[in-house]
């Protein structure tokens, strides 16, 4: 059995600069942004919604950095190919439309976030090409 290829992205973010798009572009944003579903899960965070935006805001970055060698044209994706969602357990999943997911065995995501900084890394494991 061949292990596949692994490839990773991360990215941080300031809370505080996701904050500041929001409320100045409103719904332009977050409907070019995010999914429904993740409007509604930050959303319900109330106070701490900023930080959740921020959190999905910042893993989406990290999922393109880990997909982007697979892809012909940077171009060619847009921020609402990349779904963040948690699972029955509360854990970050990850959700991809139209783009290169035949190829991918697994994806793990983390994301953290404090006051100030909101981060995240994602692995993406390839299916092993056979020879």
């Known amino acids: 059995m061949s292990i596949g290829e692994v490839s990773c992205g991360m990215d941080i973010i300031e809370i505080e600069r996701i904050k500041e798009d929001i409320e100045k572009l409103q719904e332009k944003f977050l409907n070019r942004v995010f999914t429904d579903n993740e409007i509604e899960y930050c959303e319900s965070r109330n106070v701490q919604k900023y ?9 989406k970055e990290a999922i393109f950095k880990a997909i982007s060698k697979e892809l012909d044209n940077k171009y060619s994706v847009s921020w609402k190919d990349f779904e963040v969602v948690n699972d029955g357990q509360g854990r970050p999943i990850v959700n991809l439309f139209n783009i290169c997911k035949q190829k991918i065995k697994s994806i793990d995501i983390s994301i953290t976030h404090c006051e100030l900084y909101a981060a995240a890394c994602t692995m993406i494991l390839w299916e092993s090409e056979e020879i």
Do not use: I, K, L, N
């Open 51 to 59: 930080q959740h935006y921020a959190g999905r805001f910042a893993a």
